[in-house]
């Protein structure tokens, strides 16, 4: 029986002599030993072309093909680390990606050479795969093959950047040592063995796809099929085609899989499992009956500072158990968070007092950010590792989501989560997608706004609230955002630091309940700017308002499932003004 690898660079080099069929992209496919031999060649060419004296940092700007895991398993033998580059950035943001984490090799593709116009890139040598200068670099390396040796836990391997739902990103490091360790320990949670193949049809920039869908299977030496760009449509054939047993998903993936037609076959599919986070409950529990297939919900910082895993007899809406050292704490005083407490309609009685922020005190994975010590201060402090994240826990230790820092909404003097606010409105029968947050209130403290994908009535939606039992009497939206689909970030979260500066000045159609009124109207440009007016007597700023359309526009059901399965299609919402593409199909 082989011992536990300690390195990702172990766990490539055991893979050479395995002949089966192991890496998919489209129609190509590689064993794992051929897998294994291309990692050996580009990590013998990057020993060549990176200078003695340089940071080893190699720049991914790919989608999913071939060449990204044949890269990370490269850095792993040549001890080098890979920054996956977004490649939704654009011009200074981008070149800031690429220069701040220091890579002196960039490997692209044709498709993305646009965005690198113009781009001020001193000391970078671009590598591009897919052409013959590229195949010519190589060919001289053909013969290597992986050597583990003198790879060590320590090393750095990951430099990925935060999704920049909430703020601008920050470079989280992962070292060989911690991603061999994670690979591991979720093969085992989840039994992945030799014969299970993962599907990674997140962006492999990201943490997710790597650590919970690559690392897992190269741990296993289970098969690895590749999406190049996340597809809704193309989700359920690709699971068939290629036997996927196991996906990661993250923020509205789920969401976009659900807007596609049902077929009477849907639960005809290999798949037994899907992990990630942020798909709700009520779209859990919907893929579940649609699919047969159980998502497993799971929290974990991007950075790794503290994870939440689910374990059976977890409650509903609970994200899992606390283990020794999760603790939720009350950002302004240090003190522990008095647990939740519930009344018969499962209603959140002392919201104001149990929700504060999760804390690990216990021992943290985290490794820190490349060189941005004021990041590592935010969450290391006062002797524990601070998520930025909300959350309440139970009598019995079960912790629940409540969003981000950033989510928090004060209204009335009354705290609020805009996690559990979602939560209700999703069961609205036009919702596909809902997200909740603050906009300023014109005299003091927050206001309640959402943005809903899908159909809107304001007759149904406000007879919906009344019908809530869970609603509290602070959480009813003050104002409703209607659009064709949600604006996210690369990974799929929802983008809410769009939709907060935004707020009511945004060209969709927006609905709102004005103080001591019942029903909800469609806000008109004189409501506009008498709120803009209120709240510069007030001293509040808000966005410029945007050029409206002269008309807004009402989208029945098939127009927003069209508007899910498009892929940057022209829009009139403010999403589409956003260089992220959006969700494939």
């Known amino acids: 029986m082989e011992s536990e690898a300690r390195t990702v660079a172990e766990l490539v080099a055991r893979r050479w002599g395995d002949h089966r069929p192991g890496l998919w992209c489209g129609e190509s496919v590689l064993t794992h030993h051929e897998a294994a031999a291309g990692a050996a060649a580009r990590a013998a060419l990057l020993a060549d072309l990176l200078p003695r ?6 720049g991914v700007l790919l989608d999913n093909t071939l060449e990204y895991p044949l890269w990370l398993s490269a850095a792993a033998l040549a001890r080098a680390a890979v ?14 990606d690429i220069l701040h984490t220091e890579c002196r090799i960039l490997v692209t593709e044709r498709t993305h050479l646009p965005l690198l116009d113009g781009l001020d890139l001193p000391g970078v040598h671009l590598l591009v795969t897919g052409t013959r200068e590229y ?3 190589l060919a001289p390396y053909a013969g290597a093959r992986p050597d583990a040796s003198r790879a060590t836990p320590a090393d750095r391997l990951l430099l990925y950047f935060t999704s920049g739902s909430t703020g601008a990103p920050k470079a989280a490091l992962c070292s060989q040592g911690r991603l061999a360790a994670a690979g591991g320990s979720l093969a085992g949670q989840f039994s992945v063995g030799p014969d299970d193949v993962h599907y990674v049809c997140m962006p492999m ?9 690559w690392a897992p299977a190269l741990h296993a030496g289970a098969g690895v099929a590749l999406r190049r760009r996340f597809s809704a449509s193309r989700f359920l054939a690709d699971v068939r085609e290629h036997g996927a047993t196991y996906f990661t998903y993250v923020g509205r993936a789920v969401q976009y899989v659900l807007a596609t037609e049902p077929r009477p076959d849907d639960r005809d599919n290999p798949l037994r499992l899907g992990f990630g986070t942020e798909a709700g409950a009520v779209d859990a529990a919907a893929f579940e009956r649609r699919f047969g297939v159980r998502l497993v919900e799971g929290y974990g910082s991007s950075e790794g500072g503290a994870a939440i895993q689910w374990r059976p007899g977890t409650p509903p809406g609970a994200v899992g158990p606390a283990v020794p050292g999760l603790v939720v704490l009350d950002p302004e005083t240090g003190n522990e968070c008095p647990p939740a407490v519930f009344d018969p309609a499962g209603r959140l009685r002392n919201g104001d ?3 504060g922020e999760l804390v690990n005190r216990g021992p943290s994975p985290f490794e820190g950010y490349w060189r941005n010590p004021a990041a590592e201060a935010e969450r290391r402090h006062d002797g524990g590792y601070w998520t930025g994240d909300l959350f309440y826990r139970d009598t019995d230790g079960y912790l629940y989501f409540a969003g981000r820092t950033d989510d928090r909404l004060r209204v009335d003097s009354e705290n609020l989560a805009a996690a559990m606010i979602e939560n209700i409105l999703a069961r609205y029968e036009g919702a596909l997608a809902v997200a909740v947050y603050a906009v300023p209130d014109p005299v003091t403290g927050d206001q309640v706004m959402a943005a809903l994908a899908g159909t809107f009535d ?5 007879a919906f609230l009344d019908a809530q039992p869970d609603l509290g009497t602070k959480m009813a939206p003050r104002f409703i955002r209607v659009l064709d689909r949600m604006p996210v970030t690369a990974t799929n979260k929802i983008h809410r630091a769009r939709l907060r500066k935004e707020g009511v000045t945004c060209t969709d159609p ?5 103080p001591g009124e019942k029903e909800y109207r469609e806000l008109t440009e004189a409501d506009r700017v008498r709120l803009i007016s209120e709240y510069g007597v007030r001293g509040v700023r808000v966005a410029e308002p945007p050029q409206r359309a002269a008309k807004s526009r ?5 127009e927003v499932v069209r508007a899910f399965r498009e892929h940057a299609s022209p829009s009139t919402s403010c999403a589409a003004r956003d260089s992220n593409p959006g969700p494939a199909d």
């Open 53 to 58: 004296d340089a940071v080893p940092h190699v």
């Open 554 to 558: 009402r989208h029945d059901d098939g």
């Open 135 to 137: 195949d010519d670099l």
């Open 83 to 96: 920054a996956g580059i977004n490649p939704t950035r654009r011009g200074a943001e981008l070149a800031r």
């Open 205 to 213: 920039f990201h943490g997710n796809a790597v650590i919970a869908d």
């Open 458 to 462: 304001p007759a149904s939606f406000a």
């Open 510 to 514: 927006v609905w709102w309940c004005p």
């Open 353 to 355: 007092a149990a929700i």
